[in-house]
């Protein structure tokens, strides 16, 4: 297989759920951003905003406004992985973007049909120029899960993400206090065609 540096950090980035307390630095960040914004988008659309949280008071009120929201809007009948998550959001040190210094919000306009695809791509953008900058991240969902949630929606929108926007994901980002294993990529998912 090609080695270089694009191709070996793609398979050395694992998604990470233990980070230190040491925040990146202001250079960092504004790298990720960049790396978000240069990310492909349909139609070169741009519609996007990506909202990145140092704050960590801030953080916390997030987070207890998901383990509330998570009471009132996951459905006790939907899939095993939010119901494992809503699960776990009654524990009283439930943190859903594992403590990272760092949150950035990817949020889209509504109603456009590729508003998750262009904020998924950017998303791995900043997980690749992490990557490469020895810091750790992880695709972060609760935030998508309660993106109706109206109290939730209120406060993001004090924070000066749009109402009408859909929260499409989040990225949390930091130095890595834990390896994460790589699980093992499923055989059969490839099919060429020459
Ligand atoms: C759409 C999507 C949603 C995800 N949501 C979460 C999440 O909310 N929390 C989490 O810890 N990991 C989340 N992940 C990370 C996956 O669990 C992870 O990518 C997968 O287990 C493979 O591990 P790796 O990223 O280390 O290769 C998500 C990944 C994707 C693509």
Same mark, same amino acid.
């Given at each position: ?10 398979? %050395? ?90 949150? !950035?919000?990817a ?7 590729? =508003?998750? =695809?262009?904020c998924a791509?950017a998303l791995e953008n900043i997980f ?11 695709y ?20 000066? !993400? ?7 994901s989040?990225a =949390? ?8 294993? %790589? ?12």
């Amino acid at each position: 297989m090609i080695q270089n540096e694009i191709v070996n950090g793609i398979f %050395a980035r694992r998604s990470t759920r233990k980070f230190t307390e040491q925040k990146i630095d202001d250079v960092q960040l504004e790298t990720l951003l960049e790396a978000a914004r240069w990310a492909p988008s349909g139609g070169n659309n741009q519609s996007w905003l990506f909202t990145a949280i140092q704050n960590k008071e801030i953080l916390l009120k997030i987070n207890k406004m998901v383990r509330e929201g998570f009471q009132i809007w996951i459905p006790d009948d939907d899939y095993p992985g939010k119901q494992g998550a809503k699960l776990s959001s009654q524990r009283e040190d439930y943190n859903f973007y594992y403590h990272a210094p760092t949150l !950035i919000i990817a949020s889209n306009r509504p109603n456009y049909e590729n =508003a998750m =695809a262009d904020c998924a791509l950017a998303l791995e953008n900043i997980f690749l120029a992490a990557q490469s900058m020895g810091l750790g991240s992880c695709y972060i969902n609760q935030l998508h899960w309660l993106r109706n949630d109206t109290k939730l929606r209120d406060y993001l929108f004090e924070l000066g !993400i749009p109402k009408e926007h859909t929260i499409c994901s989040s990225a =949390a980002i930091g130095y890595i206090g834990k390896e994460s294993n %790589a699980p093992l990529r499923k055989e059969g998912t490839v099919h060429i065609i020459k």
